[in-house]
């Protein structure tokens, strides 16, 4: 909890390279805020981008240890007005509806702008060198089960990385995230 510097980086050590994201709170402040309380607690420590579909973007956030994923189900933060757009690059936490973003965040691929009115505001922009970066994570399983092939979020939830690794051995991770400045 707490509150979020007005501009920060942070730096997301993935298994393809580095991913630097610059986070403008005024952009997004709840969603700034609890993406700053989760990279101080190490959150995003060894957590894979399990949904990742070329030509729209790739999700991550659930974490590895199912304790982990227990505890974190509720925390819901307000919703913030979209202020920004769902551009390629852009970074937005995930959202079943309103009042129910959590730990989930995903980078848009491609302009996506048609997702601002459904409510996923940006918070933060991968810097433009490290898109790259970005475009290299492992797409081949894309969408989730029940409508794709890639892992089903609610095993993901009670099995965590066990599940992943065991079934869906091409993921990228997060290895670690941290503030830069």
Do not use: C
Not at 125 to 138: E, F, G, I, N, T
């Amino acid at each position: 909890t707490g509150r979020a510097p007005e501009r920060f980086t942070v730096i997301l050590d993935t298994t393809e390279g580095e991913v630097r994201l610059n986070v403008t709170r005024a952009w997004s402040p709840n969603g700034a805020d609890r993406f700053y309380a989760l990279v101080q607690a190490g959150y995003y420590t060894n957590v894979a981008f399990f949904r990742v579909v070329s030509g729209f973007m790739a999700q991550t956030g659930i974490h590895g240890d199912p304790a982990v994923n227990a505890a974190w189900r509720g925390a819901n933060i307000p919703d913030d007005p979209v202020t920004q757009h769902n551009t390629r690059g852009m970074v937005s936490f995930a959202t079943a509806g309103p009042g129910t973003r959590t730990t989930q965040f995903f980078i848009n691929f491609v302009d996506n702008s048609r997702l601002d009115d459904m409510g996923f505001s940006p918070f933060a922009q991968v810097d433009p060198a490290s898109m790259a970066v970005v475009d290299r994570l492992y797409a081949e399983y894309g969408e989730g089960a029940p409508s794709g092939r890639g892992p089903a979020q609610a095993r993901m939830q009670r099995e965590g990385n066990r599940y992943l690794r065991a079934e869906f051995p091409g993921l990228d991770y997060i290895r670690s995230a941290r503030i830069a400045n």
